[in-house]
């Protein structure tokens, strides 16, 4: 059985990412110790909240989560932690983010949508990745969040569209660390599918 460990840094959705992999017969460790990264088979950065807030308390683990990126093996970021990955972000004042993907974060412009990004909305998949085995193009997955990722093609695994076209999905070069905007754990069986993929990943 798979051991995924969950960094719990104190913004994060724990328990129905927990629930989601668990139902993807892995083992899932919710953990504070910045050691269990160092063991683990697969690692999940989620995240609810304000990117300034995550990036100072993610502190702790820096050290330990750049070797075990550089080691090769999974790392999935969920929403705020999907934009954690980048290089930065301008919420909250230009802040630095991990720097795992080239890219920016950057607020919704103004416009008639509302922001937050709220509900379900279609991914358009635009390069093959195990993440996305068995998910079709236009399947529908659950948003929320008001700021978004911009990269470039090669490390954008999916697109969305909501007034602007954005990166809902990333990934690094050596294709290890991937990123979704949206919630996996909320968005039904396509999310549980992803779920599945990250654990085969591992």
Same mark, same amino acid.
């Given at each position: 059985?798979?051991?995924?460990?969950?960094?719990?840094?104190?913004?994060?959705?724990?328990?129905?990412?927990?629930?989601?992999?668990?139902?993807?017969?892995?083992?899932?460790?919710?953990?504070?110790?910045?050691?269990?990264?160092?063991?683990?088979?697969?690692?999940?950065?989620?995240?609810?909240?304000?990117?300034?807030?995550?990036?100072?308390?993610?502190?702790?683990?820096?050290?330990?989560?750049?070797?075990?990126?550089?080691?090769?093996? !999974?790392?999935?970021?969920?929403?705020?932690?999907?934009?954690?990955?980048?290089?930065?972000?301008?919420?909250?004042?230009?802040?630095?983010?991990?720097?795992?993907?080239?890219?920016?974060?950057?607020?919704? !412009?103004?416009?008639?949508?509302?922001? !937050?990004?709220?509900?379900?909305?279609?991914?358009?998949?635009?390069?093959?990745?195990?993440?996305?085995?068995?998910?079709?193009?236009?399947?529908?997955?659950?948003?929320?969040?008001?700021?978004?990722?911009?990269?470039?093609?090669?490390?954008?695994?999916?697109?969305?569209?909501?007034?602007?076209?954005?990166?809902?999905?990333?990934?690094?070069?050596?294709?290890?660390?991937?990123?979704?905007?949206?919630?996996?754990?909320?968005?039904?069986?396509?999310?549980?599918?992803?779920?599945?993929?990250?654990?085969?990943?591992?």
């Amino acid at each position: 059985m798979k051991q995924i460990t969950i960094i719990d840094y104190g913004l994060g959705n724990l328990r129905s990412v927990q629930k989601g992999l668990e139902h993807a017969k892995a083992s899932v460790n919710v953990s504070i110790d910045p050691e269990d990264i160092e063991n683990s088979d697969g690692v999940v950065l989620p995240g609810v909240g304000a990117f300034s807030d995550a990036m100072r308390n993610i502190e702790p683990f820096l050290d330990i989560l750049y070797d075990y990126v550089e080691s090769g093996k !999974p790392l999935l970021g969920i929403c705020l932690g999907h934009q954690m990955l980048m290089t930065n972000s301008e919420e909250g004042g230009m802040r630095d983010g991990l720097g795992f993907i080239p890219g920016n974060v950057v607020r919704f !412009p103004h416009s008639k949508l509302k922001v !937050p990004h709220m509900g379900w909305n279609s991914l358009h998949i635009t390069q093959q990745h195990p993440i996305y085995e068995g998910i079709e193009d236009d399947s529908y997955v659950y948003f929320v969040h008001s700021y978004y990722v911009s990269t470039d093609d090669d490390h954008t695994l999916a697109s969305c569209e909501y007034g602007v076209e954005f990166a809902a999905s990333v990934v690094n070069e050596k294709g290890n660390v991937i990123g979704t905007q949206f919630h996996p754990e909320k968005s039904g069986e396509v999310g549980l599918r992803i779920l599945s993929n990250f654990v085969k990943m591992c």
